[in-house]
């Protein structure tokens, strides 16, 4: 069912009625396999379009544009995704677009033994050598087949418990056969038992403060697990409000738990005292995602690298604009170092709360070496 927040969905195809552009979001967040083909959906914040069937993370739909092919869209300006690769129709894409299907439909029955078909089934299903079918894949995508099913799997978890159905029944409806295999997906994708996390963050207590910094104002939020939300801005009462959209179901409460040493933490490094956050932390995460915020902890007080560098340290070396963009959706600045990544000219590329403040950040580092 889609909301009232869902009809805000521009409508970019024409003579489509509301109805039909309700469906066709539905399938984007469903990830039906039976559109692909139909329909491609473009994403304004981001610049790119992709197919239903993406295994990107899912947009606002108040970003949304539908377009009914390809060239409709790039007419419009908009890029073809890496991932699903929209544009193309060589026989790569088309072998990752059976793979992907045949994950959907296998996911769809009811108590698998598995989490996801082998290589060998999906080999076997697709006409494809295992061998080259995972390459081709990871190359397409940006994840191993297995990945993809587990994303795919939680995905449908997810949208079943926000549409209200009881978490024992959408974890067998899913797939996943067992509390403890959806636990062990859950807390490697969403940081979040799935209770917590169901609809919006219902039940969860996230505790939050806003001090002044060298940067102007600095909020932390944190659950009893870990660091949730790290903001940089100008005023408190805009921070607060960011914090609420992005978990509108929480209990919020200003300071808790163990927020009084985390944020002191934080304060000391951009106070030039520390030179590193080694903070717990509880957030979202797909696994491209995680994979990039890994690496740019590993880069050095001081130092910086190109969203090239990064992305040929992940083996991926034609993914530096998808760097960029997990490094654009970190939740926690500071903690996950994403201002420590430059343009390949030296230029500082984008930062959420400011080129300005990533400047600051670059020099107080740079000194302080």
Same mark, same amino acid.
């Given at each position: ?85 929209? @544009? ?5 894409? &088309? ?22 078909? #082998? ?13 080259? %079918? ?9 994840? #191993? ?9 939680? @995905? ?14 959408? %974890? ?29 963050? #219902? &039940? ?32 408190? #009462? ?11 179901? !929480? ?11 985390? !944020? ?31 690496? %740019?902890?590993?880069?050095?007080? &001081? ?11 992940? &083996? ?38 400011? %080129? ?14």
């Amino acid at each position: 069912m889609v909301n009232a927040t869902d009809r805000n969905i521009r409508r970019d195809i024409r003579n489509e009625t509301p109805g039909q552009v309700e469906e066709m979001w539905q399938a984007v967040q469903t990830r039906d396999s039976r559109a692909d083909g139909r329909f491609v959906y473009a994403v304004r914040s981001t610049g790119i379009y992709c197919r239903p069937t993406c295994p990107s993370r899912r947009p606002s739909p108040n970003r949304v544009a539908f377009f009914p092919r390809a060239v409709d869209a790039e007419t419009a300006g908009f890029r073809a995704c890496k991932r699903c690769l929209p @544009d193309q129709d060589s026989p790569n894409a &088309g072998l990752v677009r059976r793979v992907c299907k045949y994950i959907q439909e296998y996911s769809d029955q009811p108590g698998q033994p598995r989490s996801a078909p #082998t290589l060998s089934q999906l080999g076997r299903a697709v006409g494809s050598s295992p061998s080259h %079918l995972q390459r081709v894949f990871k190359g397409a995508t940006g994840v #191993t087949p297995r990945q993809y099913a587990a994303a795919w799997r939680l @995905d449908r978890f997810k949208a079943m418990i926000k549409e209200g159905q009881d978490i024992s029944t959408a %974890l067998y409806d899913a797939g996943f056969g067992s509390p403890s295999r959806l636990y062990e997906t859950s807390s490697e994708q969403i940081g979040m038992t799935p209770g917590i996390y169901r609809i919006g963050g #219902t &039940g969860m207590n996230i505790y939050h403060t806003v001090v002044a910094c060298s940067m102007g104002r600095l909020l932390v939020a944190a659950t009893d697990k870990g660091v949730c939300s790290v903001k940089l801005g100008s005023s408190d #009462t805009e921070l607060e409000e960011n914090l609420v959209a992005e978990f509108p179901s !929480a209990n919020h409460a200003p300071d808790g738990g163990h927020l009084a040493i985390w !944020a002191a933490e934080i304060l000391s490094y951009l106070d030039g005292e520390k030179t590193g956050l080694d903070l717990p932390m509880d957030i979202q995460a797909t696994a491209f995602q995680q994979q990039v915020w890994q690496m %740019l902890r590993t880069i050095p007080y &001081g130092e910086t690298r190109t969203y090239q560098q990064v992305a040929q340290s992940l &083996g991926k070396d034609s993914s530096s604009r998808a760097v960029g963009t997990a490094c654009g959706a970190n939740p926690v600045a500071l903690v996950i170092p994403c201002h420590r990544v430059l343009r390949k000219d030296g230029g500082l590329g984008g930062y959420r709360w400011g %080129l300005e403040r990533k400047q600051s950040l670059l020099d107080m580092e740079q000194a302080k070496d």
